[in-house]
C-alpha cells in the first residue's frame, strides 16, 4: 500500500494554468457541464412524471446507445480534422435539439418518441463532442493533472448548482426553462471553444488522416485507434471492469435513487443528494490536484471504495443528513479516481492517436451503461428499486477490488 500511495516530487514552479487557451477551454466545460448536470433531474422529475422509471430508463438509454456507437467515429474524425472543430459542430447541433424540448415543453406534454429522438440526437452529437475533451487538455494545458483536477472541480461545482436550480427552475417555471437553458449553455460553449487559438498542427490533428496522410481511410483510422487501445493491457482492463460498473452501477442510479429517495423524502431531497454528490467532488478535485502518486491507478482504486456509499445510502432508506453524507464521500472517491484516469490516458497516449484511442475507452465503459439504461425499467417492475441499489453497492466493492487486483492496473506509475 506505501508503493501505491508513495507521491512523486512535483516541479518546484509549476507551469501556468490559466493561459488565454485554458481559459476559454474552462469557460466551455463549466457552462456546458452546467447543463448537463441539469439535464439527469430534469429527465428524471418531467420524463418520469408522465412516462414514469420506464421512459425515463428509455430516454437515457436512447442517448447512450448512439453515443456508444459513433464516439469511434467521434475520435477519428477529431484526430482528422480537429477536436474543436468536432466539439463546435457538436454544440450547435445540440443547441437545435435542446432548443426543440424547450417548446415542446412550454407549449405542452412533449410525446415519448419526440423526447426519445432528441435525445438520440443528442447522444450522436456527444459522441462527435466527448473525444476532444479528453484530447484538447494536453493542447490547452502544460500540466494535464492539474488541469484535468481543476476541470474536476468546475464539474463538482456544477453538480453542486445544477440539481439545486433544474429543481428551482421546474418547480417555478418548468422542464421548459431547464431545457432552454441547456441549449444556451451549449451556445456559450461553442462560442469559447471557437476562441481559443490552437498551433495549426494541434487544430488539425495528424495531418489529413491522422496518422495515414491522404491513402489514410476511416477504417484504417478506426483500426490504428484500435491496435493503440489493444496493445495497453492497463486500459483494456480497466474498461472491461467499467462495464459491469455501468451496467448494474452508473446505469440504473439515476432512475432508481431518483424514485426511491424522490418518492420517500420529496424531490427536493433528491435534488440536494445531487448537490451532495457535486460538493464532494469538489473535495476530490482538490486532493487530485496536490496529490501525485507513483501509481495513479492503484491510488486511485483505493479511493474508489467510498463511491460504494452512494447507491447503499439510498439502499438503507438513511434521513437527508447522512444521505447527503454518503453522495459526498462518494463524489470525492469519484473525482480523485476521474483525475487519476484522464491523466493517465493523456500522458501515457501519444498525442496523434490520442482522440481514438479516448473513443475506444469512451465507447467501453459507456456501454455498459447503455445496457444498464435500458433495463432497469423492466426489472425494477420484478424487483424492488431497494433490493436492486443493495446489489449495485456489492458491484461497486466489486469493481474496487478488481482494480486492485489486476496487475496491469495496479503496477501503472505516473508519467
Known sequence: MTAILDREDAPSVPPTLWTRDFSFYFAARVVSLL?????????????????????VGYVLAVWTAPFVLFV??????????????????ADL????????????????TPSLWLLMVASALSGTAAAMFQPGVNGMVPLVAKDPQRANGTLKIADAATQLGGP???????????????????????????????????????????GAGGGGGKSSTVLLDLRRGWTEFRSRSWMWSVILV???????????????????????????????????????????????????????????????????????????ELPPLPL?????????????????????????????????????????SVSGVAVGQALVGPVSSIVEPRDLLFVSTGVAAA??????????IRRLRRI
Open 35 to 55: 447543463g448537463d448536470a441539469m439535464m439527469p433531474v430534469a429527465t428524471a422529475l418531467a420524463v418520469g412524471a408522465v412516462y414514469g422509471v420506464s421512459g
Open 72 to 89: 469511434l467515429f467521434g475520435g477519428v474524425f477529431s484526430d482528422r480534422i480537429g477536436a474543436r472543430a468536432m466539439m463546435v459542430g
Open 93 to 108: 447541433v445540440r443547441i437545435v435539439t435542446q432548443g426543440v424540448l424547450a417548446v415542446a415543453f412550454f407549449t405542452g
Open 164 to 206: 439545486v436550480l433544474a429543481g428551482a427552475l421546474m418547480a417555478l417555471t418548468g422542464a421548459g426553462a431547464v431545457y432552454a437553458l441547456d441549449a444556451a449553455t451549449f451556445l456559450v460553449s461553442g462560442l469559447c471553444l471557437a476562441l481559443i487559438r490552437l498551433a495549426p498542427a494541434a487544430g488539425t490533428g495528424a
Open 242 to 316: 467499467w462495464v459491469f460498473f455501468g451496467m448494474f452501477v452508473f446505469g440504473p442510479y439515476i432512475p432508481l435513487g431518483s424514485r426511491l429517495i424522490g418518492d420517500r423524502l420529496g424531490e427536493a431531497a433528491y435534488g440536494w443528494a445531487m448537490a451532495a454528490l457535486g460538493a464532494g467532488t469538489v473535495i476530490g478535485g482538490l486532493v487530485a490536484i496536490r496529490f501525485r502518486p507513483a501509481r495513479p491507478l492503484a491510488a486511485g482504486a483505493v479511493a474508489l471504495t467510498g463511491f460504494v456509499c452512494i447507491p447503499l445510502s439510498a439502499a438503507l
Open 324 to 364: 447527503m453524507a454518503g453522495h459526498l464521500l462518494g463524489g470525492a472517491s469519484w473525482a480523485f479516481w476521474s483525475v487519476m484516469w484522464s491523466t493517465s490516458v493523456q500522458t501515457q497516449v501519444a498525442p496523434d492517436v490520442l482522440n481514438r484511442v479516448t473513443a475506444y475507452e469512451v465507447a467501453g
Open 399 to 408: 469493481v474496487c477490488a478488481a482494480l486492485l487486483l489486476i496487475p496491469p
